[in-house]
């Protein structure tokens, strides 16, 4: 019967010492998915039209901002706008303390490239979505 | 940046598979069941998503600890309870007695005589005769009975031809 206390008592320390490293060290790369992989995987969801898990990518402001349904709106305009999206991949821009700007690389048919900057900001000692830049004004368009 | 948060998370993650894994016990995941396969095949997916920094590490923490606590309380349940352990781990299954093919056994497991041949072969049994009770365990290998007479001779019997010879 010591195993599953064992197990438990693992756990324990070791989510601790991510803790420790995310909030005491003030990791922002290695335990946490860094910028570009937000960006990435928040468009990636975006894509598909699945927004409520795109919502988990937003920072509480922005969330508070901006409703699913909205956040759909803009990823029917993102599609239709680009058409057949292939693949997304995220690019680091710049990140100064809890501040970080990534681009989303959205690989089109035919070689073409889209490009859209997205900010960021650390929420919790994860990065989460603060400005939608360019993707925005898609919406509006 | 990017390649030393990759070589950082890679130690994270063995470091941690290491530590839960001799938690968890020698046989937990020696893929002896279906169940420590399924097991060895969730906790391989989710260090694919930790390792490329797609998930917090504490998700990554979270998920593959409680998927090893779960497996190891089903694992105890088995033990302690043995219908629960038939239930978790089923039965072996005859193949083979006396040397013929158990048909309704062969049935169940849905395995031809070409395969039971196969399995015998892998345990060095290349004439069926030779086998008086072979059983499919849970594991997916045969365990094998052999007659007396099909017995490899052990040092014991060499002493006692030695001593018949006297």
């Not at chain 1, 070689?111 to 919406?139: C, K, P, S, V």
């Not at chain 2, 606590?69 to 349940?77: D, E, F, N, V």
């Not at chain 2, 004439?127 to 072979?134: I, L, N």
Request: glycine share 8%; hydrophobic share 45%; aromatic share 4%.
């Amino acid at each position: 019967m010591k195993a599953p206390w064992h197990m438990l008592l693992a756990l324990a320390l070791v989510l601790g010492l991510v803790a420790g490293v995310v909030y005491g060290l003030g990791d922002r790369s290695v335990l946490v998915p860094p910028p570009e992989a937000t960006v990435e995987n928040f468009v990636r969801k975006l894509v598909p039209s699945r927004c409520g898990m795109a919502m988990d990518h937003l920072s509480d402001t922005l969330s508070r901002r901006i409703s699913p349904s909205e956040l759909c709106r803009l990823s029917r305009a993102l599609t239709r706008q680009m058409g057949c999206i292939l693949d997304v991949s995220g690019e680091m821009v710049r990140m100064t303390g809890d501040h970080a700007q990534a681009d989303a690389v959205l690989k089109l048919p035919h070689g073409r490239t889209a490009r859209f900057r997205l900010g960021l900001h650390r929420e919790h000692g994860l990065w989460r979505i603060q400005d939608l830049g360019d993707l925005a004004t898609l919406n509006r368009s | 940046v990017r390649l030393t948060a990759i070589a950082l998370r890679a130690v994270f993650a063995y470091c941690f598979l290491l530590l839960i894994l001799r938690v968890a016990g020698k046989r937990t995941l020696g893929q002896a069941t279906p169940i420590d396969f399924v097991a060895a095949l969730i906790l391989g997916d989710f260090i694919d998503d930790a390792l490329w920094g797609e998930v917090p590490a504490a998700q990554f923490v979270v998920a593959a600890g409680v998927l090893m606590l779960t497996h190891i309380l089903t694992r105890l349940a088995g033990a302690l309870n043995p219908a629960m352990g038939r239930l978790i781990h089923g039965m072996p299954v005859e193949m083979v007695r006396n040397g013929a093919l158990q048909r309704a056994g062969m049935r169940r497991e849905r395995v031809n005589p070409l395969e039971v041949a196969g399995l015998l072969r892998e345990i060095s049994i290349s004439d069926r005769r030779e086998v008086e009770c072979g059983l499919l365990e849970s594991s997916g290998q045969l365990s094998v009975r052999p007659h007396a007479w099909a017995k490899e001779a052990q040092k014991q019997d060499l002493e006692r031809v030695r001593e018949a010879r006297r």
